[in-house]
Structure formats: C-alpha cells, structure tokens
C-alpha cells in the first residue's frame, strides 16, 4: 500500500518571520556614530601625549643634539644628562623632589582628614547656619587662586612663617574643593541609619566618625588625596610667592629656576628637561596604584543608584 503525501505549495507556506524591519541607512549611521567620538579622542590622546613623547625624547639629547637634530628622534646623552642633574648645585635637585614630596604628601594627606571631618560634619550634622557655611564653601572653589596667594603671603610674613616649610604647608590643608567632595560623598555613602543605631548603642560622635564614616567613605577620600597630591604637586604660583630660599623650593620652582638661568647658560636647559621627565614618574606611580580604587568608588555608585 502507497501512502501519498500531499505536498503544499511553495506559494502557500508561512512565510518566515524575521522580525521588525530595519530602517535603510541605520547601520551607517550607527558606524558613523561610533566612528566621530573615537576619532576624537585619538586626537585628544594625541594631542596629550605628543609633549610627554618630546619631553622623553629630548631629555635622551646632548647639549649638541638638543638644538641640531628632530625634535622626535632620541638622541645619546640620558645618562650623562641624569649624572649632570644629579650633581648639579650638590645635588640641589633631589633636595626640591624631597620638599615637593613633602609639601604634597604632607598637604594631600592633612587636607584628606580636615576634608573628611567637615564633610561628614556638614553631611550628617544639623546646624544653625549649615546652609551658608556650604554655600561659602562652593564660592570657594569658585575662586581663583591668585586671589588668594597674596592675602596668604602678607599673613604668613605677620605671624613669621614666610619663607618656611610652613608657608606651603598650611595653606594646601584646606581644600574647598575636597570639603565638597566629602561632603556629597559621605552623604550617599554613610547611612543615617546606621548613625543613629551606633548613637543608640552609646557609641561617641568621635567614635562613629572613626570607625563607620571614615571606612565607608575611603574610595571617595582617596579620590580626594589624589586630587590633592597632584594639584600641590603641581602648583608654583603659592611656592614662588611664599619661598625666597632655593633649600626650599620644590620642583615646580626650582625647574623654573633652571629655566631662567639656562637663558644665560644653554646647557642648563637639558637639565631642565631630564628634571621635567623624572618629576612626571611619582605622579604616574600614584595613578597606577590609586586608580583601582577609583574603580571601586564607581562600581560602588553604581550599586548604590
């Protein structure tokens, strides 16, 4: 017996669905959007790194080779020229890397903790007249700071600190950019909450502080600190208004320095170049170990949304 199986048309079947169709054109505009922004931050990465490649390239030249041969070609004269810094004035260099370590390790780390405590204070504390010391504190960011170097220097010389550790020093400890930082840190990241438990629990204010608010508000100090670091690091305008003594200069000064007399002595200005390049590494150094806890602070915001 022959079972005979009708066969239905081609004509006749379902057609196969395959899902909303797309608008012509779309995939190259799609292309088109991804394509604009990476063009533009490879000329912005470009546009950054071409200096740090000439510094690099320019601090490997000889005098000679400094001023006679393409500003991107390296050249022969590294270690010559970092025996020739390092020996300069009697060692006068690594005296600045030292006072710039200080001024910016010592500010970054004094202006974290003032930055904390009043952040957490104006975050979770009621007050009379809370609101105006925040507003005082975001027109204080707003300003710049020539408006505040000369009030300071004429302070400084009042009391007798001009010319001192001090003089760099002290004013780098408030930072109000730090304090408002903190302070829209601790309020998302320390729980009223769990304030008020650890004060019905008879913990002390100064307690809580230590061991709640600060552990959880650690990625955004430390975001702080290195925002700190590398603006006293960085900074020449309060130095070179506040320092008289070349002892105490630090390096953005003292590179300054260099520069200046280098007009009347060319070779100096090789010094000054390989002194730019090695200055650049403690900032790299702090980025590379610091930045996975920027991850953190991220993903922790995140989280928190």
């Known amino acids: 017996m022959t079972t005979l199986t009708e066969r239905t048309p081609r004509s006749a079947r379902t057609p196969r ?3 909303p169709s797309r608008p012509a054109g779309t ?24 200096p740090i490649v000439w510094v690099f390239t320019a601090s490997t030249k000889t005098r000679g080779e400094l001023f006679s041969t393409f500003s991107f070609v ?8 970092l025996v020739d810094l390092s020996t300069y004035g009697g060692g006068v260099y690594w005296k600045w890397a030292l006072n710039s370590i200080l001024y910016a390790g010592g500010g970054a780390v004094l202006s974290t903790l003032v930055s904390a405590a009043a952040g957490y204070a104006l975050a979770r504390y009621r007050f ?5 010391v925040f507003n005082v504190l975001l027109a204080g960011v707003m300003l710049p700071q020539i408006t505040l170097a000369i009030p300071q220097y004429f302070l400084m010389a009042e ?3 001009a010319n001192t550790y001090w003089a760099v020093l002290l004013p780098s400890i408030i930072n109000p950019f730090g304090i408002y930082l903190a302070t829209i840190y601790a309020q998302s990241s320390v729980p009223e909450d769990t304030v008020e438990a650890a004060r019905l629990d008879g913990a002390s204010e100064l307690r809580i502080f230590r061991s709640i608010a600060m552990p959880l508000m650690i990625p955004g100090l430390i975001t702080v600190f290195l925002l700190q670091f590398v603006g006293i690091w960085n900074n020449f305008l309060l130095p070179f208004i506040m320092l008289s003594n070349e002892e105490l ?23 000054a170049i390989i002194g730019a390049l090695l200055a650049l590494i403690p900032l790299l150094l702090m980025v590379l170990v610091l930045q996975r806890f920027w991850r953190l602070d991220l993903i922790s915001g995140s989280l928190k949304g």
């Open 17 to 19: 669905s395959t899902g």
């Open 27 to 50: 995939p190259r505009s799609a292309r088109r959007t991804r394509v604009i922004p990476t063009l533009v931050l490879i000329v912005g990465a470009i546009y950054t790194l071409i």
């Open 74 to 81: 390296p050249g022969t004269g590294f270690w010559q020229n």
């Open 128 to 132: 009379r007249g809370r609101a105006l």
């Open 159 to 161: 009391i007798g600190l």
């Open 249 to 271: 200069y630090p390096l953005t000064t003292g590179l300054y320095l260099l520069l200046n007399r280098g007009t009347g002595t060319p070779a100096l200005y090789s010094l």
